[in-house]
């Protein structure tokens, strides 16, 4: 059985591209566009991930990221994002991201950091350099 896959992004053409790159190897239940539907849509389809950006209108990424490892402890997130603000980095993974990519990856990148989460371990991209995440290893990381 495929991963089921959430993604998140208030521009269209990321979500329709990411999402002709994953479904040959994921189902991918739906696209969204804002922080408040995708709560709503992860409630409702249960994914096993959702990969969604940080700046989102309505109610942006890491709010709704809180809200969603509260009510879906079992569903992995993935940040896929322009942003490398190292303090933007640490929030996520405090909340509980299970993977941080930068939007500069190559799709390969994002399929190994899904299949990296959904095998139990996290996943930072190597775009964020070493002397940026030494800090957050201190930051228990959630798998």
């Known amino acids: 059985m ?16 990411v999402k002709s790159f994953l479904e040959p190897d994921f189902t991918v239940l739906a696209t969204v ?7 709503a ?12 950006d940080i700046s989102m209108p309505l109610l942006n990424g890491l709010d709704a990221g809180r809200q969603l490892i509260a009510q ?5 997130l993935i940040y896929l994002t322009m942003n490398h603000d190292q303090d933007i980095i640490a929030e996520a ?8 990519l930068i939007k500069s990856c190559e799709i390969a990148e994002l399929l190994k950091g899904i299949r ?6 996290p996943y930072i991209t190597p775009l964020v350099t070493a002397d940026r995440v ?3 290893f201190d930051i228990p990381l959630r798998c």
């Open 33 to 39: 566009a804002d922080g408040r539907t995708l709560v």
């Open 41 to 52: 849509k992860a409630l409702e389809l249960r994914p096993d991930v959702i990969v969604m």
């Open 2 to 17: 495929k991963a089921r896959i959430l993604l998140a992004d208030d521009h269209r053409l990321i979500t329709d591209a």
């Open 72 to 76: 879906l402890p079992d569903t992995k």
């Open 93 to 100: 993974l405090k909340i509980g991201a299970t993977g941080f």
């Open 116 to 121: 990296t989460v959904l095998s139990g371990k």
């Open 134 to 136: 030494n800090p957050f």
